[in-house]
């Protein structure tokens, strides 16, 4: 049997890490089996779903590289089917045309409180010959006794007795399908064999595996995950810093990064703290998903971060670098390869965002506080610079080594350790005072950018110092 799981978020909002994780599990479950991962869209709640929350989805699903087998199915697309299947049911006495109105079902609720029952639907219009064709709605005929067993993956035998179910709602009275309804029809029509899913629905479960069963079809497997908490152990939610899946693309994490970070949030292997997508593969399974909910931790996803920024391919870094180079404006073309970046900054940025914050002047204009030529460009550091900028002219072979080699010559030259020529060197290239070791900063500018800076400097140094 091919295992086949899908991803089936509601497009309410964009995709929320705790989502993500549901989705992750879902497709490492299907590459794992050689299975298949299907996504669907659960778009049927037409108020609150919207084309801006289904683009943010497929972005996140991109950037995290969960690539789907099939789909995106939309529900909106199905609405025929989900109606045929609910004629069906009528005809066969499997549901029924309710026609009880708002207030009954409010007064029969308030009665229920006040009798400390829990609230459900009475089966008032089960059995009712009514005729009317307008004004109803279509409910479920569940099953009056006996009880509703599944063996979750995650969480065990659970066992619901059908009296605690009431007649679902299965079509609104405009004729629109309910959630539980569209869901179970998918999961049939799909072939799911394993559905992964938050454990906000596990009471939605019994009333799935009802319908299915009156629809003749075999239940999948069912898997409930636990949510994931903030520190202060509330459900993780905005209060707690970036919940959405993009944001931490703007905030300068890898992909890879946030999986390994949260497919280990909930499940783990030994102690091993990271894994490469293969490895996950190979050792993911199901049952060894925690039942426990837990609590997110920043600090160690930034670790993660800054691991596989330092472990990657620089090739593979410099790809999502560009991103953010290209969100402050800079073209990358304009300097040198991103992977040299990457490769200069990997041990000095703990994000990338943080890093192409910090390399801006490679690829853009030098802006010179007052502040910076007053401190660094100073009447003493003018002809240290003119120095080494008339040596720097003479460097054909423009690489780290023989810059290096140039600095320490004038250093010995004038006297000066190479400290004192190397900040403010920086500032009259970089316009900042943290880069890269100065060779190397000045190896990545290249020739051309450095003497060009350096000579503004220096001008602009005279300028201020009213220097010769
Ligand atoms: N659309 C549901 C949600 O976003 C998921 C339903 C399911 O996985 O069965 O919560």
Not at 120 to 129: I, K, P, T
Not at 271 to 287: G, P, T, V, W
Not at 336 to 354: M, N, Y
Not at 399 to 414: C, G, P
Request: aromatic share 8%; charged share 25%; hydrophobic share 35%.
């Amino acid at each position: 049997m091919t295992v086949i799981t899908r991803f089936a978020p509601s497009p309410t909002g964009s995709l929320h890490v705790g989502s993500a994780r549901t989705a992750l599990y879902c497709w490492l479950y299907a590459r794992k089996t050689q299975g298949k991962f299907i996504l669907r869209i659960e778009d049927t709640d037409l108020e609150r779903s919207s084309q801006e929350s289904v683009h943010a989805i497929l972005e996140a699903m991109q950037w995290l590289d969960l690539h789907y087998d099939e789909g995106p199915y939309y529900q909106t697309k199905r609405f025929d089917r989900y109606s045929a299947v609910k004629e069906q049911l009528l005809k066969e006495g499997k549901a029924y045309r309710c026609y009880c109105s708002k207030e009954r079902l409010e007064n029969l609720r308030n009665q229920q409180i006040e009798n400390k029952e829990k609230p459900r639907y009475d089966g008032y219009c089960r059995d009712r010959q009514e005729t009317k064709m307008d004004n109803y709605v279509v409910r479920f005929r569940n099953p009056s006794s006996g009880t509703v067993e599944f063996d979750d993956l995650i969480r065990g035998n659970l066992i619901f007795n059908n009296v605690e179910l009431d007649d679902l709602i299965i079509a609104r009275s405009d004729g629109t399908p309910t959630y539980n309804f569209t869901v179970v029809i998918d999961d049939w029509d799909m072939k799911i064999t394993h559905v992964i899913r938050g454990d906000d629905h596990i009471n939605n479960t019994p009333r799935q595996i009802n319908i299915l069963k009156a629809l003749g079809a075999i239940p999948p497997h069912y898997a409930h995950v636990s949510m994931i908490l903030g520190a202060d152990g509330k459900r993780l939610s905005k209060r707690h810093g970036a919940v959405n899946v993009i944001q931490y693309r703007e905030d300068g994490f890898l992909p890879e990064a946030l999986l390994n970070y949260l497919v280990r949030l909930g499940w783990s292997y030994g102690d091993q703290e990271i894994f490469s997508k293969e490895e996950l593969i190979k050792l993911f399974d199901i049952r060894g998903i925690n039942k426990a909910p837990a609590a997110f931790n920043m600090e160690k996803l930034l670790w993660l971060n800054q691991h596989y920024i330092k472990t990657s391919l620089p090739e593979r870094v410099a790809q999502e670098l560009e991103w953010h180079m290209q969100r402050l404006g800079l073209h990358v073309s304009q300097g040198p390869p991103l992977s040299d970046i990457v490769k200069a900054q990997a041990e000095r940025a703990k994000t990338l965002k943080e890093m192409a914050e910090k390399s801006r002047y490679f690829y853009s204009e030098v802006h010179f506080s007052e502040e910076a030529i007053k401190k660094y460009l100073t009447t003493e550091e003018i002809p240290v610079l003119t120095s080494v900028r008339d040596e720097l002219m003479n460097v054909l072979d423009w690489n780290k080594e023989a810059l290096h080699q140039i600095i320490s010559h004038i250093s010995e030259k004038l006297g000066v350790k190479m400290g004192k020529i190397a900040q403010p060197l920086r500032v009259a290239v970089t316009g900042d005072t943290v880069s890269p070791p100065i060779d190397l900063t000045l190896a990545l500018l290249g020739r051309e950018k450095t003497l060009a800076r350096l000579s503004h400097a220096l001008a602009l140094a005279r300028q201020f110092n009213h220097f010769g």
